[in-house]
């Protein structure tokens, strides 16, 4: 079963617009979530976290919003930067454990 | 650099063959983990490790794998008799045992079995 979803494959974005990547959970045990952003042929570098006591975490132009009611989070990056184009990966983990990661969204900021 | 490093970076094997992939991690971390990613999907856990303990492994991790990290430093995963289904990209990734629990990734090995 997929604890962790994102039902988006793609997005495609006006470079200085607002980007929204969404991430659904299942598992109420996931009490760590993480953002990475993948190239081709490269490792998934880390971009932004948020624990379950939180609801929102920021770090620059990155913010992450958890909704635990809906076991919902996203991802806004604003504004958004040909740069930015990438594939985003959400991920959730129990006790600092395993990584679970959704399918990936990837994102094309067209300048 | 310290960041976690993966080699070799690519791997062609005829199917058959074993295989064995070795990761450094950041070095004041003392977790590790190892991860599969085939096309179109996320990383798939694989096993972890605490110092040289493997304190879990994934269903997915077959007889033919296997991983160790002997003085709790760097860490090798061995696939015997490779398949196919084994073309993937292997990814290791480090952290440290407590809080932030954020995961810092290799570059990864790509296999390719032919």
């Known amino acids: 079963d997929q604890q962790v979803k994102q039902n988006s494959p793609s997005l495609s974005v006006q470079e200085g617009r607002i980007s929204i990547l969404n991430c659904d959970y299942t598992?109420?045990?996931?009490?760590?979530f993480l953002w990475y952003k993948k190239y081709p042929a490269e490792g998934p570098t880390f971009l932004i976290s948020?624990?379950?006591?939180?609801d929102k975490n920021e770090d620059g132009r990155f913010t992450v919003f958890l909704n635990k009611s809906a076991k919902h989070l996203s991802l806004h990056i604003v504004p958004s930067q040909p740069g930015d184009s990438a594939v985003y990966f959400c991920a959730a983990s129990s006790q600092g454990g395993k990584l679970i990661f959704g399918q990936g969204t990837e994102l094309s900021v067209k300048p | 650099d310290t960041g976690v490093s993966q080699n070799p970076r690519h791997k062609i094997t005829k199917r058959g063959q074993n295989v064995t992939f070795r990761c450094d991690p950041i070095?004041?971390?003392?977790?590790l983990y190892w991860y599969r990613q085939t096309l179109g999907q996320g990383p798939e856990f694989l096993t972890y490790f605490q110092n040289e303990a493997q304190l879990e492994k994934s269903r997915l991790l077959s007889d033919r794998f296997s991983a160790e990290r002997p003085k709790g430093s760097f860490s090798t995963l061995e696939i015997q008799r490779t398949e196919q289904g084994d073309s993937a990209m292997y990814l290791c990734?480090?952290?440290?045992?407590?809080?932030?629990?954020?995961?810092?990734f290799g570059p990864g090995t790509r296999l390719t079995v032919t």
């Open positions: 948020i624990s379950s006591i939180k």
């Open positions: 598992n109420s045990m996931f009490d760590y």
């Open positions: 990734a480090s952290s440290g045992q407590g809080w932030p629990y954020e995961q810092y």
């Open positions: 070095s004041e971390h003392n977790r």
